[in-house]
C-alpha cells in the first residue's frame, strides 16, 4: 500500500517565521502535487511537480521535489495569517489514482 | 472559466437513508474522481469516471457507487447511511484520466448523518 507521510502533522508559528513541511514515501510517484485547503473548501492547486530534483517557487513558497521522486518538501519563508491552512501533498501513483498526504495543519499567529 | 461545481454544499441525512451528490467539471475536463475526507483519515480516494466508465476504484463498500453522464458530469451515491459517512464529499476534475494531469478541486459537499 502506497502511503505518504508528512510532516509535522501541525505547526504553529508567529508571522514571519520560516518553515517546512515535509511528505515522505517508500514508493516512486510520476508526479507530486501540493494544495492548501481552507475550512470549509476544496483543497487548491498551489504546484505539481515532475521532475526529480525539481525547485518550483511560488512568491514565498518553494517546493522541491526529491532526485529519486519519493519524496517533497514546501518551505514557507516569512509565513503570513493567509498562509494558514491545511498543506496537503498528493502523489500520482501511475494506477489511475491519486495517493494524498495525510495533511500539515499550519497556523500562522499575527 | 467556471470551476468544478457540486451540488448540494450541505446536507444532512439519517441513518439508513441514501444520498446523492453531484459534480460539474471544468468545461473540457473529461475525467472525474472523488473523495471522501475526514479528520481521522484524510482525504481517501472513492472513485474516478472517464467516458462514462469507471477507471478504479478505492477500498469502499458497495454502498458507495457512481456514475458519469455522456456531458461528464458525475454523481456519486451512498446508500444505506451509516454515523461514519458524514464527511467532506470532494469531487475533482482533469482533462484525461488521472494519469499524471492536474486534478482540481470542486469546494465539496459536507454530508451529517444522524
Known amino acids: 500500500t502506497q502511503l505518504l507521510e508528512q510532516s509535522p502533522q501541525f505547526l504553529s508559528i508567529q508571522e514571519g517565521e520560516n518553515l517546512t513541511v515535509y511528505c515522505n514515501s517508500s514508493?516512486?510517484?510520476?508526479?507530486l502535487q501540493w494544495y492548501r485547503q481552507e475550512p470549509g473548501e476544496g483543497p487548491v492547486l498551489l504546484v505539481t511537480?515532475?521532475?526529480?530534483?525539481e525547485v518550483k517557487k511560488l512568491k514565498r513558497l518553494t517546493f522541491q521535489f526529491g532526485d529519486a521522486r519519493k519524496d517533497s518538501s514546501l518551505h514557507i519563508t516569512a509565513a503570513q495569517p493567509g498562509d494558514t491552512g491545511l498543506y496537503l501533498c498528493a502523489g500520482h501513483s501511475g494506477t489511475y489514482k491519486y495517493i494524498f498526504g495525510t495533511g500539515t495543519r499550519l497556523k500562522v499567529l499575527a | 472559466k467556471a470551476g468544478v461545481t457540486q451540488t448540494p454544499r450541505y446536507l444532512i441525512k439519517t441513518r439508513g437513508q441514501q444520498v446523492t451528490l453531484s459534480c460539474s467539471p471544468i468545461?473540457?475536463?473529461?475525467?472525474v474522481s472523488w473523495y471522501q475526507q475526514t479528520p481521522g483519515q484524510g482525504l481517501q480516494f472513492l472513485f474516478e469516471y472517464f467516458s462514462e466508465t469507471q477507471r478504479n476504484k478505492g477500498n469502499f463498500p458497495g454502498r458507495f457507487s457512481g456514475r458519469q453522464f455522456s456531458n461528464s458530469r458525475s454523481e456519486m451515491n451512498v446508500s444505506t447511511l451509516e454515523l461514519g459517512d458524514s464527511a467532506l464529499y470532494l469531487c475533482a476534475s482533469s482533462l484525461v484520466p488521472l494519469s499524471g494531469n492536474t486534478i482540481y478541486f470542486g469546494e465539496g459537499s459536507w454530508l451529517t448523518v444522524v
Open positions: 514508493s516512486v510517484f510520476s508526479s
Open positions: 511537480v515532475v521532475t526529480g530534483g
Open positions: 468545461s473540457g475536463h473529461r475525467s
